[in-house]
């Protein structure tokens, strides 16, 4: 059985730090294309960043270039997203996903597997 478990959401202050961690279990996170969503309120499924098969490539939306980065723990087989200098837009619920893919993909529905969520808020 495939599991995703996020952690490392909570309420910050703009301009402080996250680190939101992805371990799974049931499959191997060097094999698929992993990504991290997010959901606010009202609004619709968000690409946030995403990390290759291999390790390799990683992709950010503009809104968090330079300040997110997606990383890879092949002996915990975990991924983590780092978060800087967070904003208020950057609040919302959080989701590691994985793909079966050759390279990174945007669009959710192309993500197999899917962790419940993890909340962040960022206070102004």
């Known amino acids: 059985q495939v599991q995703l478990v996020e952690s490392g959401g909570g309420l910050v202050q703009a301009g402080d730090s996250l680190r939101l961690s992805c371990a799974a279990s049931g499959i191997t996170f060097g094999t698929y294309v992993v990504g991290w969503f997010r959901q606010a309120p009202g609004k619709e499924r968000e690409f946030v960043a995403g990390?290759?098969?291999?390790?390799?490539?990683?992709r950010y939306t503009d809104s968090v270039k330079g300040r997110f980065i997606i990383s890879r723990d092949n002996a915990k087989n975990t991924v983590y997203l780092q978060m800087n200098s967070l904003r208020p837009d950057d609040t919302a619920v959080y989701y590691c996903?994985?793909?079966?893919?050759?390279?990174?993909?945007?669009?959710?529905?192309?993500?197999?597997?899917w962790g419940q969520g993890t909340q962040v808020t960022v206070s102004s």
């Open positions: 996903a994985g793909a079966v893919a050759l390279d990174i993909v945007s669009m959710w529905r192309l993500y197999l597997h």
């Open positions: 990390l290759s098969w291999s390790g390799r490539d990683t």
